[in-house]
């Protein structure tokens, strides 16, 4: 029925949802169930994950409760935003209850096996040079640095968002003096309202996690990844918005996950078209400080889900699933402007 590239958050969800009523082959090109940083999911990527059938007994299994966020504007002022439901995840424990799902499905996963070479006309598929069996719809979830949207649009790749991400669990659960259960964000400003460094902090009786946000050149890609935390506790505390706090949580802290925050640009992409549909990070990424990169992959996968299902396009449900995104970051840029 469908092959899907990549086995991150849209592929095994994707996956998941299309083997409870027939096979499905993904291709992940790990050795195993992905981890990394953690994130944090709204009410709206619940939803998606459940209308899907992922129970909320799994998903709540997986994840804290997160009652706010809370954050300093420019002019000082402290505002919270508790409107809309979230948990925060840890990366690993999210794939592992989505991979959990799919796996109890007809869908095959089969890690270890890059797709290395793509013919988007015929819709083939080669790792290493071997032909591999493939569909004919083609979804391609395999992130940021697709192979599949290289074949498809060239032109439109990845682009340097301005900023390092630093993602860190501590070794224990940390307890400094802000309230539990709270993504707390200290941010400093430049002279036109606009955050140079981010370092935010959640914590509860079970865990606590940060992540710090710097505004510097990008780094090589072979120098991302997991790293031990000493080569990269000058840079943050030089740039902590909060000295103490960072302390607190660095001293508890081994390795952290460093990332460049990346866009996908979407306003001038090719209209979807068959056999291969780019979804998630794929077509679409968005650097972290938009706090919505997960929720679109969840979305995009519950969208071609529900058209695969019922016999419709995959290509329709993506262009409209383009159509909204970019309808909501216009206005979230707008509302950027007015609060800055």
Request: aromatic share 4%.
């Amino acid at each position: 029925m469908v092959t899907i590239i990549g086995g991150g958050i849209a592929g095994t969800l994707l996956a998941g949802a299309l083997g409870r009523a027939a096979p499905v082959t993904v291709y992940e090109s790990q050795p195993s169930i992905g981890a990394g940083h953690f994130l944090a999911l709204d009410d709206r990527a619940h939803t998606a994950l459940t209308r899907l059938g992922v129970g909320l007994d799994r998903l709540h299994g997986a994840s804290h409760p997160l009652a706010a966020r809370s954050a300093a504007d420019p002019t000082g002022v402290v505002r919270s935003d508790s409107r809309t439901e979230r948990r925060l995840y840890l990366r690993a424990e999210l794939m592992r209850a989505l991979t959990e799902f799919a796996s109890a499905t007809a869908a095959e996963l089969h890690y270890d096996t890059p797709v290395t070479e793509l013919n988007s006309t015929e819709g083939t598929l080669f790792s290493g040079g071997k032909p591999i069996p493939a569909d004919e719809v083609i979804i391609a979830a395999d992130g940021i640095d697709s192979l599949a949207r290289r074949h498809l649009e060239p032109g439109r790749s990845a682009e340097y968002a301005g900023q390092i991400v630093v993602y860190g669990i501590t070794t224990r659960p940390i307890r400094p003096h802000t309230d539990p259960s709270v993504l707390h964000f200290d941010r400093r400003f430049d002279a036109e309202g606009r955050p140079v460094t981010t370092f935010g902090h959640f914590w509860n009786d079970e865990l606590s996690v940060w992540f710090t946000r710097l505004t510097r050149e990008p780094m090589a890609v072979q120098d991302t990844g997991s790293q031990p935390l000493d080569g990269w506790a000058e840079p943050i505390l030089a740039a902590a918005p909060t000295l103490d706090l960072v302390e607190t949580m660095l001293a508890a802290t081994e390795t952290v996950h460093v990332s460049n925050a990346r866009t996908v640009p979407l306003a001038d992409a090719l209209p979807p078209q068959a056999p291969v549909i780019l979804c998630g990070d794929a077509d679409h990424a968005i650097t972290p400080a938009a706090g919505v990169g997960a929720r679109d992959a969840i979305e995009d996968a519950a969208a071609l889900a529900e058209a695969l299902l019922s016999g419709g396009s995959p290509a329709t449900a993506m262009a409209e699933r383009r159509a909204r995104i970019l309808a909501e970051r216009g206005a979230a840029a707008q509302m950027f402007r007015k609060t800055t």
